[in-house]
């Protein structure tokens, strides 16, 4: 397959590498807004990489995997599904939730497959936790548990401009916990604080914050984020559920020390998302390849992205006003 990737940026580059290692991918092109920094990736990668003048050059590929500035996502999704050309695109989809949805129709109209990175779809531990969960063996869900703490706090540059914790963070436990809870969100509650550093206070947002979800079922989840933790990366997830009580993200490297006699003590904690979720962003790429042969299933479809990015917007707004943000209304419509 050839594959293009538009935007080679940190995560860009690492999709980029992921891709080039996989036997299926047999010529890369890549693209990036930044002169000359696509043609540096290209040589730090070498064999069938080749570095491109334009976007447009990618559409004529067999799939391409949009990792570009948030603003630019909307329209070279559409350049590529006017191509007819399948896509990967980082979340979000958009910068803004009309846009977003608009995009979303668009999207299904043209029936061309667009799967949304949102990795932890594609974690291996947390896929099984899926099964388990869609399959019954696990029973009925009471409540989930999850973590995400950054080992060390993003740099002010890109606080600046990450959207703020709710959106850039925690909106991937918004993706995932309703994916695996397999219900609809009725009820958010979320509260910040600024605690690491002024310059979040600055950005107007927050570096630490917690949220509680309520389900249609009367399942509830609560979630937290922290932009720093000074023993590692933790991002962990526990559903305890009528038949089970399940665990992801939990072992040896989990930057946590027990207190207990002979309690565990973390061993090379995690440093980085990309460390910790490292299976899950090669099982992304092997994902795509097989969306666009017709061997899988879209399993991160635009339309489930826009369910996280709502509830990450109603976390805005109780944070701000201190109340809860109701969605019942919108459940029933």
Known sequence: MKIGVAGVGRIGSMHAANLAALPDVDQLLLFDPVPGRAADAAAALGGAVTAVDTADELVAADGVLVATPTDTHPELVR?????????????????????????????????????????????????????????????????????????????????ATSGGLFRDCLVHD????????????????????????????????????????????????????????????????????????????????????SLESGGPHPEAPWQSFTERYHDAYVNEMKVFLDVIAGRAANPSPPRESLTSFRLALACEESARTGAPVSLAAEVAA
């Open 174 to 257: 918004l993706d995932a916990v309703p994916w695996l809870v397999g219900d609809e969100v009725t009820e958010v509650y979320a509260a910040g604080s600024v605690l690491v550093d002024q310059a979040f206070a600055d950005a107007g947002d927050v570096d630490n914050a917690i949220v509680a979800l309520r389900f249609a079922g009367g399942a509830h989840a609560l979630l937290s984020a922290s932009r720093h933790d000074p023993v590692g990366y933790d991002c962990r997830l526990e559903v305890f559920a009528s038949e089970d009580s399940l665990a992801v993200g939990w072992d040896g490297r989990t930057p946590l020390r």
């Open 79 to 159: 350049r590529a599904i006017a191509a007819a050309t399948p896509v990967l695109c980082e979340k979000p989809l958009a910068p803004d939730l009309t846009e977003m949805a608009a995009l979303v129709e668009e999207i299904e109209t043209s029936g061309v497959p667009v799967l949304v990175g949102f990795q932890r779809r594609f974690d291996p531990a947390t896929a099984e936790l899926h099964r388990r969960l869609r399959s019954g063996e696990a029973g009925s869900v009471y409540l989930v548990r999850a973590v995400c703490n950054d080992h060390l706090p993003p740099p002010a540059e890109f606080v």
